[in-house]
């Protein structure tokens, strides 16, 4: 990892910052990977919903081993707990909800984030495979799509880019991006800077994005 | 609802009559609701050229328990039907994936929300329907889309199988069935879509009439097999709790 990508927020705090941005009241539905850690972030009050898309409405923290029940995990298999209020519902009616426009917000990692909002996070370059799970569902259904990615790739490479070069998994639909960088809008153009993490510089965020950054 | 019970001794009974080609939906997310027993016994089956239906081919976490890469990995898959047929994280190779990439088996990539409603849509009398999932993406290319009130919809298939293998919390001898927090997933869903729906059972099948009609989540008419699991380590139960006992 070059030093450019080691400094910043690590992985929690990506998803902290995120987290901040959620509203009292909304349906969040994290997918896997860092976006999980958004539900342990201390929110203070606001009421927030945790969605997964195997069917679990109002899951809390991951529970220790030895205390978790083995019938009931989230969309990254992580064994939770329920919250008061919770329900179970199967797969066809947990997309029912995604498709309606329940869902206030959908928060999901991926490999690469455009400046027109388009994003890739299914299919890497050169493999026949692919793992979509219920992104392309979230991405095109959700009312908002946040993405929390590290800013760079393990050689150094951009992640947020003017246009996507591996397969996309929805166009034009990411608004907000958390990365151990800071805290970036897409706009068409480039990013807007919404934020920067402690120690950061504009100038060094800009040489590891592959887009115009536009200062707040 | 009939009363004869639905019940049937053995997994290897209970899967003997599935043919070579036969098109199998298997439950499951993450663990809870996969048919571990039934699989396996499938896997002593020995059914060729089978098309697998499932959230994913399996076998990205250990223990490896029996699942759709085994079967891929004992030659007895032609064709999937999968959410993933990678892993998300590119570090991670499902047992699938080199078997595909050599083309021995082959894929269909189908976003999770269309793969649960296409499996409903089977089990509904519905044989297709319109999606704004995938518009605008690589698996959307060629494919039939209209624009409906503005926006543009991709059309998608019923997915019909001739066997369902899943499992539940509690059944009784009618074959209703009771599923345990997120064991759901798309259990119900698979049963609805198949011809012959088989079930293992983690508590003793009860009477019929044992089960509160208000609380039965997938109701006899779409079962026709039950078998109850034997206690660990006779039977698998899941991979945590295999670990555990082992």
């Not at chain 1, 987290?19 to 539900?39: H, K, M, Y």
């Not at chain 1, 298999?77 to 947990?94: T, Y």
């Not at chain 2, 190779?93 to 409903?120: I, S």
Request: hydrophobic share 40%; net charge neutral.
């Amino acid at each position: 990892m070059s030093a450019t990508t080691s400094r910043g927020w690590d992985r929690q705090q990506m998803a902290d910052r995120l987290a901040r941005e959620f509203q009292d009241g909304w349906i969040v539905n994290l997918g896997v990977g860092i976006p999980t850690l958004c539900s342990n972030t201390d929110i203070g009050d606001r009421d927030i919903t945790y969605h997964a898309e195997n069917g679990v409405i109002g899951y809390g923290p991951v529970l220790p081993p030895g205390q978790e029940d083995l019938h009931l995990v989230n969309a990254g298999g992580q064994n939770v707990s329920l919250k008061p209020g919770a329900a179970i519902i199967h797969h066809a009616d947990s997309f029912a909800i995604i498709r309606s426009g329940h869902i206030d917000v959908t928060v999901m990692g991926a490999y690469e984030v455009a400046a027109n909002g388009d994003f890739a996070n299914w299919k890497m370059g050169g493999t026949k495979g692919g793992g979509i799970g219920g992104a392309m569902d979230l991405a095109a259904c959700a009312k908002r799509v946040f993405i929390i990615l590290e800013h760079t790739t393990r050689k150094g490479e951009p992640r947020l880019l003017r246009a996507c070069t591996l397969p996309v998994t929805a166009r034009g639909v990411v608004t907000l991006v958390a990365t151990n960088l800071g805290l970036f809008a897409p706009s068409g153009e480039g990013f807007a800077m919404r934020e920067l993490a402690p120690g950061v510089s504009f100038e060094a965020a800009q040489q590891a994005t592959g887009a115009p950054l536009l200062p707040a | 609802m009939s009363r004869r019970g639905k019940g049937v001794g053995s997994f290897a009974e209970a899967v003997a009559d599935i043919p070579d080609g036969a098109t199998i939906a298997f439950g499951g997310f993450a663990g809870p609701g996969t048919p571990y027993n039934l699989t396996k016994a499938l896997l002593a089956q020995g059914a060729r050229r089978l098309t697998c239906i499932a959230n994913t081919t399996g076998g990205a976490h250990q223990p490896r328990m029996p699942d759709i890469g085994m079967l891929v990995e004992n030659g007895q898959v032609a064709k999937v039907v999968c959410a993933f047929t990678a892993a998300t994280r590119p570090t991670d190779v499902l047992p699938f994936t080199p078997f595909y990439e050599r083309g021995e088996v082959e894929a269909e990539l189908v976003p999770q929300g269309t793969l649960a409603e296409r499996l409903r849509a089977a089990g509904a009398g519905i044989p297709a329907f319109y999606t704004p999932t995938a518009v605008g993406t690589e698996l959307a290319e060629g494919r039939e889309t209209r624009m409906i009130n503005g926006r543009e919809y991709l059309l998608e298939y019923a997915l019909p199988c001739d066997y369902a293998l899943i499992r539940a919390w509690r059944a009784d001898a009618a074959g209703n069935l009771q599923f345990r927090l997120s064991q759901r997933n798309f259990c119900p869903l698979m049963a609805m879509a198949a011809k012959t729906t088989i079930v293992e059972v983690e508590e003793p099948i009860l009477p019929t009439g044992a089960l509160d009609p208000d609380q039965i989540h997938t109701p006899g008419i779409f079962v026709h097999r039950l078998v109850p699991i034997p206690p660990a380590p006779e039977a698998l139960w899941t991979a945590r709790r295999q670990e555990r006992t082992a």
